[in-house]
């Protein structure tokens, strides 16, 4: 007989032989698997209804095996059918040429790989482990040993690729100054991705953190090791399934695998940061996954699915307005903002041909994934929220206060009135509006630039001149504090 480990958060029921009727509580939940024995002649009626029958083709033999549970939880990514279980362990398992250990006393099988190690490195750090091994065995015989006593009748652990978890044995067993590479250029990210994912998975919380610890100094070394250029139409990306099968890919283009390594090593480690509840490591990601959409439009769509996907808000904003700000969203007011800067009169009389839009862009938001509906309206939101802010700003420039000389040495009203004349100036000047209408922080941004420009020749007191700008910079930060409520 076999058994099953898996990180599930919820008891599971145990079926089978009286060994394993037992529930295990916590994050790692035990399954009985495919118990096989071809036996001679009839059996009982106890054994009748304890397992199936399938007829061979010798007379007077059968084979009998129980059902294979796969015990899931809401929450578990390892949804796999039962027959394909089946056809796994229906081949000749391999010994792992690492982690198969000559003195190991406890047996685990992933998927067709063998692994034998020692149950008390696995009891370490409160783990999972250590509540099934703790489990009371029923009487055992040479016809029925224990679970992970030998190949024959290994624990089979659900949901870890072998390389997965030959990782995770290498943090368990590695030696002092092996470890030390983790901190170093020479980190391995996958290594330390699926040591922290693993670690999760089975509650060994310390080596968890360890890891995860160890990503974050890692990715936030200068420059950052995942910021390396990407081609602009390298990959096109779609919305993912599960942490296994991150991006649906295509065809690959030339660098187009490297692209879309790439955008999975992101997703992997938003969505670990996220899971495992590690705050710095997450907020590292999201820097680098803003600083990634100035690079490449498609990583403002992974970003814009995972904000919405994991509620992250802080991302939200950002990647919405990107997305936003460099596709037409609604062709008729890329018209309007185009007559705005001294195109066409008659937006009616002017066809596709005649907008400002070179091929090259056309076929970049031709390459560009499809929305879903939700995202389409939280776009459109966006669009008339930011436009009608746009809308107020430019006609109420930010408010300050004048400096306590201005009133005596300048005259205040003369003062004020100079700034809001820049304010009309400027925000109707073309560096502006030939941004797009909800491209807020961007005109306000060139209207700080332009505040920048405008020298001491100026019927504005200085000190009143500083803290209009103090005023303008405030406005901006406000703006982007306040991005994720544009898009709700």
Known sequence: MSRSASPLPNHSQIQGSSSTSNILSGPCTLATSVKRSWQEGDRDSREEEAISTHDSSGPGKRARYDEDVICNSEGSDDNVPADQHLKVLSKTPERDATYYLLDGSCVLLVENTLFNVHRTILSK?????????????????????????????????????????????????????????????????????????????????????????????????????????????SYTFSPFRSMAHDCAMKPAKPNAQEAQEGAMRVTKLVRLAQLCGHDRLLVTMINVLRQLMLLNLHYAYLAMTLADELDLKTLRGSAYLEVLSKTTVVPQCMALAWVAVGGKKDIRGADSADLPVAKEEQED????????????????????????????????????????????TWNQPGCTQSWVDFWKEKTRGEGVVGLGLSDVLGRLRAVQKEFDRWGSATYMHHDCRMSARRGLVECIRRIEDSLPSYFE
């Not at 949901?159 to 990782?167: C, E, L, M, Y």
């Not at 470890?179 to 509650?203: F, N, W």
């Not at 390459?367 to 746009?390: E, F, H, K, V």
């Open 125 to 233: 750090d409160a783990s999972s482990f250590r509540d099934m091994f703790s489990l009371p065995q029923a009487l055992t015989s040479d016809s029925f040993p224990s679970d992970g006593a030998s190949d024959v009748n290994p624990i089979v652990l659900t949901g870890d690729t072998p390389a997965q978890f030959r990782n995770f044995l290498w943090a368990l067993y590695a030696m002092p100054h092996e470890l030390m590479v983790v901190h170093t250029p020479r980190a391995d990210l996958v290594q330390l991705m699926d040591i922290a994912e693993t670690s999760h998975k089975y509650s060994f919380k310390s080596l968890e953190t360890w890891s995860l610890d160890a990503l974050q100094e890692f990715i936030s070394r200068k420059p950052s090791p995942l910021l390396n250029p990407v081609p602009a139409t």
């Open 365 to 408: 938001e031709e390459d560009m994934p499809l929305l879903t509906s939700s995202q389409r309206l939280r776009l459109l939101s966006g669009y008339y929220c930011l436009t009608n802010a746009w809308d107020h700003l430019r006609t109420h420039p930010p408010s300050f206060e004048h400096a306590p000389t201005c009133g005596a």
